[in-house]
């Protein structure tokens, strides 16, 4: 006699775990009226607990790559490590979508690990304005028992005649802004004859993909894995916890290609390298080992020419003087 009462009990709650999708860029606070933690990408998926005023207390969970984390803060075990911030995305890997920009010394939560990567969980507060809750479950009663009715989803709208379907290539018309979003700050150009690629449509705006090419040397990473703030003495000062962080660095060749011999331990015997110094105006010694596809390249750059490396750590203080090692990923001159 007591069935129907708990089933409705329990439906009651997990209505208030409402799966919710964010429709723009949005500030996370700790607490109502607490300082910004995160700022949530639009279409990142929430879970919605329960809502205060015009505020609604939800849970966003992610992946962060571990070089990222660091040690407790407040109640929480975890926290995030990286002064420019550190991005949380949807699965583990680099190139996967960001859900998340969360801000240093964000606490967290772990759910699990998988390789370099940890998923984790906040829950945190978000202006309910900023919310689109999925359609609710109808509920009816029957013969004692409760029946849960999907409610009918909208019918979709029809796309225009006008429209070109996406995927075929678009030039504009004339010179034009590309912007942010609709309305949005503008953020380059694009001349006539150029082909954009349409991805998606909103109103009398359509959402385009550019290709071309720029120069190396003229751009820097957005992905928080690889840093920049990270000096080759924090390398020495922390060879085990820098193992394996990625840098992206200006630094100037000192040698031609060498290949090393017994007495560098962390390097394999002939495996070429140049030295290097830097990063920017620290006047440290580095040994980049270059990997087989880069040795062409690197033989071409001459001693003394400046460049831009991203590089993966090896080892922060290697035997027997304590130089750096890391292993190139790209390298450009300047």
């Given at each position: 006699m007591y069935v129907v009462p708990v089933l409705l009990a329990l439906l009651t709650a997990s209505s208030l775990f409402a799966q919710a999708t964010v429709t723009a860029p949005t500030e996370l606070r700790a607490a109502p009226s607490g300082a910004p933690i995160a700022t949530v990408r639009a279409g990142t998926e929430v879970r919605v607990r329960d809502r205060r005023g015009a505020l609604s207390r939800i849970t966003l969970e992610g992946y962060i790559h571990r070089d990222l984390i660091g040690g407790r803060r407040d109640s929480f075990p975890m926290s995030v490590r990286a002064p420019s911030g550190?991005?949380?995305?949807?699965?583990?890997?680099?190139?996967?979508?960001?859900?998340?920009?969360?801000?240093?010394?964000?606490?967290?939560?772990?759910?699990?690990?998988?390789?370099?990567?940890?998923?984790?969980?906040?829950?945190?507060?978000?202006?309910?304005?900023?919310?689109?809750?999925?359609?609710?479950?109808?509920?009816?009663?029957?013969?004692?028992?409760?029946?849960?009715?999907?409610?009918?989803?909208?019918?979709?709208?029809?796309?225009?005649?006008?429209?070109?379907?996406?995927?075929?290539g678009l030039t504009p018309t004339r010179q034009t802004a590309i912007r942010l979003a609709p309305d949005g700050d503008s953020i380059g150009g694009i001349r006539p004859g150029a082909v954009v690629v349409p991805l998606a449509r909103d109103r009398d705006w359509v959402?385009?993909?550019?290709?071309?090419?720029?120069?190396?040397?003229?751009?820097?990473?957005?992905?928080?894995?690889?840093?920049?703030?990270?000096?080759?003495?924090?390398?020495?000062?922390?060879?085990?916890?820098?193992?394996?962080?990625?840098?992206?660095?200006?630094v100037q060749v000192l040698s031609p290609v060498q290949r090393a011999d017994p007495l560098r331990r962390e390097l394999a015997e002939n495996e070429p390298y140049v030295?290097?110094?830097?990063?920017?105006?620290?006047?440290?010694?580095?040994?980049?080992?270059?990997?087989?596809?880069?040795?062409?390249?690197?033989?071409?750059?001459?001693?003394?020419?400046?460049?831009?490396?991203?590089?993966?750590?090896?080892?922060?203080?290697?035997?027997?003087?304590?130089?750096?090692?890391?292993?190139?990923?790209?390298?450009?001159?300047?």
């Open positions: 550190a991005r949380l995305r949807e699965s583990p890997a680099l190139d996967a979508p960001t859900l998340a920009n969360l801000r240093d010394g964000m606490g967290l939560t772990q759910v699990s690990r998988r390789g370099e990567w940890v998923r984790v969980r906040r829950v945190a507060w978000i202006p309910t304005t900023r919310l689109r809750t999925e359609p609710a479950p109808e509920t009816r009663e029957q013969a004692g028992s409760v029946e849960t009715v999907q409610a009918p989803a909208p019918p979709p709208t029809p796309a225009r005649a006008t429209d070109p379907p996406i995927g075929n959402r385009v993909r550019v290709e071309g090419w720029v120069r190396e040397n003229e751009l820097q990473t957005l992905d928080t894995a690889v840093q920049t703030r990270v000096s080759a003495a924090d390398l020495r000062a922390d060879p085990d916890g820098t193992r394996g962080v990625i840098v992206r660095w200006n030295i290097a110094r830097g990063p920017d105006t620290e006047s440290a010694l580095l040994y980049l080992a270059i990997p087989p596809s880069m040795l062409d390249a690197v033989s071409s750059i001459a001693p003394l020419t400046n460049v831009v490396i991203t590089a993966r750590v090896r080892t922060g203080r290697s035997s027997p003087v304590g130089v750096p090692i890391l292993d190139l990923v790209s390298i450009v001159r300047r």
